[in-house]
């Protein structure tokens, strides 16, 4: 057979890539062809559509799981497209993770023996609702799961259907990620907004009143902050007084803080930044602990999404950066802080080492030097600066800079800026990703540099998805 792309076409997935890619195998004019189908998992038979055609291989989005592998079993949570490995038992996921992140790194990094560096893979404490944040969609274009028809004129609130970005799954049970009682009760507020009769968002034709609602939990207080993104389209005949005061009976106290944002950007985002925002009850942030850190968390604010699993991630990460003794005027430095939790949590764990945090973003330091003062961390300072330019702007580090502690965004570090990394001289790094394909690439510079892979450790973050977070200590000899 030949295929084309935006073509439909049944899978049967034999084995598993790194990312959560399923691997099928298909017979072609030209032999066998390789088609690498996101979120799909071996055994299953399933449904897909075409998206990328390479000369080797293809890469195609899931629309169906048509028939389940043997190894899965269907669990009491509803199944939603963030997390399809629900019904797979977690200790298969951690297998098929790992094994697949390994042979990524050891590929693309071209570090031979990397499974000899291996440390550990960490589980996350808690394998259901550990989510802190969920973003919930309207649309008046309904997915019925029953039926497994489409229907238009409805009032769906949920999650986009695989595939789609029109059509939304109600959410009728908890989906094993966020907080239980929260979706258990999601289908009561569905049903409340849709009573006033006021319409849900209508994604091709960009219009309707009820848009998303996004909520972010407390596991400190058990407490939740609710925002409610809505259009201004009809917003005078929506009581929102009402609306949170039912909030607030239906989660008996649980709700912190109810925010109501109205945004009329056409684009299909729950962003605050595209609309304005009012405060209709409670307070505006919610507090958590990480680490034996406080934090206060904004609807806004970056934190991590699964807190528990982060204080694993961070407690490694720091073992390694601890490991060998610092010696008087040793310099410690966080790059790309962000809002300085790691700075704060090196600070915390060795008082006597001077902690230097360093990112490019002025309010993420800003934030970064009001969390340190609230947790009364001293022995840390944030500067914002770039890197390539931190030693000239600041002479007196030149030389004294004994490790870093590196926790770049998704897409790694600049080839450029790694180069600058580099350049300031430091004999150990500690690098934490959320991607480790591209650590791997990173990996290859650092070695060609000098440095040698010491340990590799990876951490489950996101359970029942293709998501892993990894954590190498490199050395120079």
Known sequence: MTLQRAQEIDLLIEDYAFGGKGIARIQTEKGPFIVFVDNA?????????????????????????????????????????????????????????????????????????????????????????????????????EHDLHTNQEL??????????????????????ASGLFDAQWEEKLKDIRKYLQQTGLPAWHPPQKRGFFRHIVVRKSFLNDQLLVNLVTSNEGLDQFDIAAFSDFLNKLHSERIAGFWHTVNDNVADRAKIENGYSKLIYGAPVIEEELAGLRFQISMESFFQTNPASAELLYAKALDYFFEEPFATGDIAMDLFCGTGTIGQLMAKRNPQVRIIGVDIVEKAIEDAKKNAAKNAIQR????????????????????????????????????KTLQKVISLGADTIVYISCNPSTQARDAASLVEAGYTLEKYALVDQFPHTGHIESIAKFKKP
């Open 152 to 173: 238009d004129d409805a009032f769906a609130l949920g999650f986009k259907r695989r595939g789609t970005w029109w059509k939304v799954e109600s959410l009728n049970k």
């Open 380 to 415: 840390v300072e944030f500067y914002a600066a770039d890197v390539g330019k931190f030693l000239k702007e600041y002479p007196d580090f030149q030389g004294k800079i004994k490790r870093i502690m590196l926790d770049p965004p998704r897409a790694g570090i600049a080839p």
């Open 41 to 141: 998992f071996p055994g299953q038979l399933v449904r897909t559509k075409i998206e990328t055609k390479r000369k080797t291989f293809a890469e195609a989005k899931l629309l169906e799981v048509l028939q389940r592998a043997e190894v899965e079993t269907v669990s009491t949570f509803q199944e939603i497209s963030g997390g399809p490995y629900i019904h797979v038992p977690v200790s298969i996921q951690e297998q098929y993770k790992k094994e697949s992140t390994l042979s990524t790194f050891q590929r693309l990094s071209g570090i031979a023996n990397c499974t000899e560096k291996f440390d550990c893979f960490i589980s996350s404490p808690a394998h259901y609702h550990y989510r802190n944040k969920m973003e919930y969609s309207f649309s008046c274009i």
